[in-house]
T-cell receptor, first 115, second 115 residues
């Protein structure tokens, strides 16, 4: 039983650098979500995909952020020209739209530190 | 306006005792779902229990039960027979509407179980 996986688990980068995170959802799940969690807070929604289509983006997702889900399988989240305020935990989740309650199952997250 | 409010930043509970975590929510949509997640220090969000707005009975999952009071807009989590492994951050989350899939999270409650 493989759950949601994320890579890398930790990333330290210097301000101004680009970073890319990967998420592999549960294989039969057609919806995939990205959230950001800062210290001491609950996760905040960033964006979500149904298959390969990006259906909603939060206002939190500035122009420096881009997410893709080619072929409706894994997804990548790229942050360009990172800023110290981007330091956070980036969580990926997936769900199955054919199940009524459509629980989102989360990966272990990627902790980003921007120096 | 906050959609999910968790007023208890931290709680201590003795091993084998029960603990209740408060959650109130705000929505005008008649269709919504309420979720509780556990987040240990490792960071992964673990799904615990779900309550749909039209569910007639309170949800239960093993040692977890949800005290759902619709008129008061509250969905408190009860953990019975606490174990040391229950020490973690607990988040209440809501999905509003039939066509909205993102989750709105509260700020969380830290639970520490004492031996």
């Amino acid at each position: 039983d493989t759950g949601v996986s994320q890579d890398p688990r930790h990333k330290i980068t210097k301000r101004g650098q680009n970073v890319t995170f990967r998420c592999d959802p549960i294989s039969e799940h057609n919806r995939l979500y990205w959230y950001r969690q800062t210290l001491g807070q609950g996760p905040e929604f960033l964006t979500y995909f149904q298959n390969e289509a990006q259906l909603e983006k939060s206002r939190l997702l500035s122009d420096r952020f881009s997410a893709e889900r080619p072929k409706g399988s894994f997804s990548t989240l790229e942050i360009q020209r990172t800023e110290q305020g981007d330091s956070a935990m980036y969580l990926c989740a997936s769900s199955d739209r054919t199940i009524l309650q459509e629980t989102q199952y989360f990966g272990p997250g990627t902790r980003l530190l921007v120096l | 306006a906050q959609k999910i409010t968790q007023t208890q930043p931290g709680m201590f509970v003795q091993e084998k005792e029960a603990v209740t975590l408060d959650c109130t929510y705000d929505t005008s949509d008649p269709s919504y779902g309420l979720f509780w997640y556990k987040q240990p220090s490792s960071g992964e969000m673990i799904f615990l229990i779900y309550q749909g707005s039209y569910d007639q009975q309170n949800a239960t999952e093993g040692r977890y039960s949800l005290n759902f009071q619709k008129a008061r807009k509250s969905a408190n989590l009860v953990i019975s027979a606490s174990q040391l492994g229950d020490s973690a951050m607990y988040f209440c989350a809501m999905r509003e509407g039939a066509d909205d899939y993102k989750l709105s999270f509260g700020a969380g409650t830290t639970v520490t179980v004492r031996a």
